[in-house]
């Protein structure tokens, strides 16, 4: 089985919505984050989650992104409203060694990551 799977991408017009969902069930003790990056630019944090299920965003996405997980944390999931175009990238999956407490919107902070799925928003 593939420790971290992303699913849910796909295209839609600006002001739309799209749920990701990533499949991680060797990964219940982590802190889990999501990301997002375009060819050519770094890897940009957009929100994260920690053990207690205490979230953090990026700022270019507060209050039109949450992420959560299941009970079971088995699934994470990122709900997108109010897309823009500028949300257009693959976006990842990522747990957190489970040595740490707190989440991060920090790449170098991860240490498992899925193989991403595509987001297109169009004007």
């Known amino acids: 089985q593939v420790p971290l799977a992303e699913s849910g991408g796909g295209s839609v017009q600006a002001g739309g919505s799209l749920r990701l969902s990533c499949t991680a069930p060797?990964?219940?003790?982590?802190?889990m984050g999501w990301f997002r990056q375009v060819p050519g630019k770094e890897r940009e944090g957009v929100a994260a989650?920690?053990?207690?299920?205490?979230?953090m965003y990026a700022d270019s996405v507060q209050g039109r992104f949450t992420i959560s997980r299941d009970n079971a944390k088995t699934t994470l999931y990122l709900q997108m409203n109010s897309l823009k175009p500028e949300d257009t990238a693959k976006y990842y999956c990522?747990?957190?060694?489970?040595?740490?407490?707190?989440?991060?919107?920090?790449?170098?902070?991860?240490?498992?990551w899925g193989q991403g799925t595509q987001v297109t928003v169009s004007s």
């Open positions: 989650i920690d053990k207690k299920g205490r979230t």
């Open positions: 990522a747990a957190r060694s489970s040595i740490f407490m707190d989440a991060s919107l920090t790449p170098n902070d991860y240490y498992r």
């Open positions: 060797i990964f219940k003790n982590n802190n």
